[in-house]
């Protein structure tokens, strides 16, 4: 018989639940004390005691068994933020953090991170100094630029310049350029955001000098021209160059600004992509303001980095949302060091430089080691030359080669076990099938992604 409602022996079951102090004084929960903080154990047994709460109202005859604390404990213990292994092929890939740091850009975080920093103060006059001095000789040096400075990222330097140079003004863009770069950011809602008035020139496939020209007005508070970055304009076009619209622009007094996203500071030679300009590129040929991104094709940190003229630059220094835009010294750090990279010559060891040019022969060898080892545990899989991407929002024409494993089986499933599994793997499905690319797996990580691929493999029913 139903009880209040409740199938037969829900009340009993519910009862029969120990308390948490029961399970606190159990041989299970002292042993979790041995190892564990007293509230991450409290915590663990709550959850284990409401997901069986919830199991015996559903009719279920369950009951507690000390088997479940260990792993809510591990749960509970792992830190939300993790490493995962990246099998997507994708070098920038935005939702798994862009680029992997290098390993010296890493030890000054943690060599700044750990203690105090000269961060605001000039050591030489003891007087209060600026934190982007370490960033400026290098960001000259590389750009030819006469000052800079850096943000959150470069959304945010967007935000500022136009906030800051064209508040309740005029700002002329291409109609070819009022692109979405990703996760929502759409340069025309960045217009409005800093209260710009967006003055559209030209068509979606052609925009001319003279569509400028007609546009400019004592109203005007900027030009603006923006890198398409995750698209490419192909066919009948025409475009007007930043050298053009700085000879449009410097007679009239009117500041050139160039969003350019990805950033590129030495020439990246992938083969099949088209030539990217570098940004020493843009300043010499006349821009004003040129903003880009750090951990893009750079390979630094989550920054927004604006190079150009002393004067203009200085006008974002000196606005209000600056300080809010701020960088703080753990960026300041990483990216010194991936800029002087850049400047002594090392670029290609910067790793998100380094994936993106890794050669064909390199990723063969490596997706062969992979395909043993899984053989090894197990797992037959086909070894297939695939086309990628650098991700980011970067070189949308660029399909750089690769060697990857096809893995046969409910991909979708295999998937899941492989994301929620220790370590995390994310891969790619194609055509039904789990493809995992070994571009931007080390070599010391192959092994780990072939155990990681096993252990999801025996734990799916009809292994
Ligand atoms: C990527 C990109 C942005 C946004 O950069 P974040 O650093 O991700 O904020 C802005 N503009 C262009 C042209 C881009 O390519």
Known sequence: ?????????????????????????????????????????????????????????????????????????????????????????????????????????????????RGYSNLEVDLESGERGSRFAPLLEPLRALTGAEDAMVVNNCAAATLLVLTALAEGREVVVSRGELVEIGGGFRVPDVMRQSHATLVEVGTTNRTRRADYERALSPATALVAKVHRSNFALVGFTEETTVEELARLCQPRGVPLFVDAGSGLLAPLDLPGAPAEPTMRGHVEAGADLVAFSGDKLLGGPQAGIVVGRAFWVSRLRAHPLARALRVDKLTVAALEVTLRMVQEGRGDEIPARALALASEPVLRARADVLRQRLADGGVEVRVVHVEGQVGGGTLPLARPRSWACVVDGDAEALATRLRTGEPSVLGRIEEGRLVLDVRCIDDPDVARLAEAVVAARASLPGA
């Open 1 to 113: 018989m139903s009880d209040g409602g409740l199938p037969a022996g829900t009340r009993e079951r519910l009862r029969a639940l120990p308390s948490v102090e029961a399970v606190l004084v159990s041989e299970a929960g002292r042993a979790a004390l041995q190892i564990h903080p007293r509230p991450r154990v409290v915590e663990a047994i709550r959850r284990v005691l409401a997901v069986l709460r919830g199991r015996i109202l559903q009719g279920e005859a369950a009951s507690f068994s000390s088997d479940a604390l260990g792993p809510a404990l591990v749960a509970l213990a792992t830190p939300g933020l993790r490493p995962v292994l990246n099998a997507t092929g994708v070098v920038l890939h935005t939702n798994l953090g862009r680029a992997p740091l290098a390993p010296e850009a890493l030890a000054r975080v943690e060599a700044v991170g």
